[in-house]
């Protein structure tokens, strides 16, 4: 439960937490077509205790295949494959970033993933602008940090071998 304290008003104000910014921007992908999910890194009480590689990000998805997929170069792709990512949630302000995740998000950004920290929608969509995605409904706010981490990225092909088009019919409705 988020803590509560006392604000610049001196009023008791409950603090964005983790799981509120993870239901915003599921809620937004969800509306640009993705499939997300939500991945519990460790499960103490669980059978035998089992737990996950340390350093998962909190969510897993993909816009499936067949999907028309806006990019940043104003043109879109109808996806051959289905285009996965991964993303670090984070609560705004003061999150603690574990060298684990660190690595994690590092090796699969090399790897050529999408990958990335996100501690508000504004930053998720930041992040996949960064690998040339356009994610519809919300203008990013230049203001919203991200707590000034995302080690991978920059400069990615967004769709890969797959050819990007904008000179049908149908791509020009879906802008």
């Known amino acids: 439960m988020p ?9 008791f104000e409950r603090s964005i937490s983790e799981e509120d910014v993870f239901g915003a921007c599921r809620a937004l992908l969800e509306l640009n077509g993705a499939r997300v999910h939500r991945i519990v890194e460790r499960i103490p009480w669980g059978p035998r205790g089992r737990k996950s590689e340390a350093g998962i990000p909190d969510v897993f998805g993909w816009f499936p295949a067949g999907r028309l997929l806006p990019l940043t170069t104003g ?4 996806l051959q494959n289905p285009r996965h990512f991964f993303i670090e949630m984070k609560k705004p302000h003061g999150a603690v970033y574990r060298p684990a995740q660190y690595e994690w998000v590092r090796s699969a950004g090399e790897d050529g993933v999408i990958v990335f920290f996100a501690d508000s929608v ?10 040339g995605i356009v994610i519809k409904g919300v203008q990013p706010n230049a203001r919203t940090t991200v707590g000034g981490v995302n080690p991978v990225g920059v400069g990615r092909d967004p769709v890969g071998p797959v050819g ?7 791509d020009q409705a879906d802008r």
């Open 3 to 11: 803590r509560k304290r006392l604000s610049e008003r001196q009023l």
């Open 75 to 78: 043109s879109s792709v109808v």
């Open 122 to 131: 504004d930053a998720m969509v930041r992040g996949f602008a960064e690998f």
């Open 164 to 170: 990007v088009s904008g000179n049908r019919p149908d």
